[in-house]
């Protein structure tokens, strides 16, 4: 699809941005959380009588990042969500020197956006279906049981397994498992990410001389304040930490 690059320094903020223009078709949205507001659009020119062949991206609305009126609020965000509706056809101002690859980050930034074309008043009555790419084959790990078969561990696509959802579609590299499959692949998804953040803290523990016995405990991070001070006394003393 064309993209028409805009150099501009929006007001209050000082670095310069890459904004560029995309239209296409929202596919799905979906909330993060109050001050972020995600949606997937298929690009223009990827649109095949209701089709994707592949052209697909992210964005989403985050609060504090600047927009075409200086910058993102939370109530900002509630009213331009409000006008993002599946299979509406949009045109997206979006800052395309803000994505950070290195951090597995799909979405980019919005700066603003304006409605082509709605679906809900082009297609009354009518519900928007949702697509989403052919999920891929999933390897066996037991080769000799065809019955057996599982993800291989490293190669899910966190996106998919999560969400059934992944921006890239058909174009992502990592393994995309049947809707049947996507139950066990996310189990085993996570007791692989819980063993590797285990490690970084055992690991972490052992910078400091400490030793994690039984693992890694998790606490609401409202008493965190009070570990850290139970910590404290253990670590230094009672005596040391009364004398200042």
Known sequence: AYQRPVWTRPAGHGTAMNVRTVSGQVVRTRWFSSKVFFFDMLLSSEIRDGESTGGSMSFMYRCGKPSDQGTHTTVKIL??????????????????????????????DVFSHRTLESWKETNPNQQFDEHKPAARPVEALNSATAESRAPTAGTLCKFWVNSGHCALGSTCSLIHCSDDDRAAARAQWLASRAERRSAVHRQQAQEIGEELDGGVKKFLKKNRAEIFCEWLVVRVGHERLASG
């Open 79 to 108: 009213e331009l969500s409000a006008q993002i509706e599946p299979g509406d056809k949009i045109e997206v101002q979006y800052i395309a020197n803000t994505l950070d690859a290195s951090k597995g980050e799909r979405s980019y």
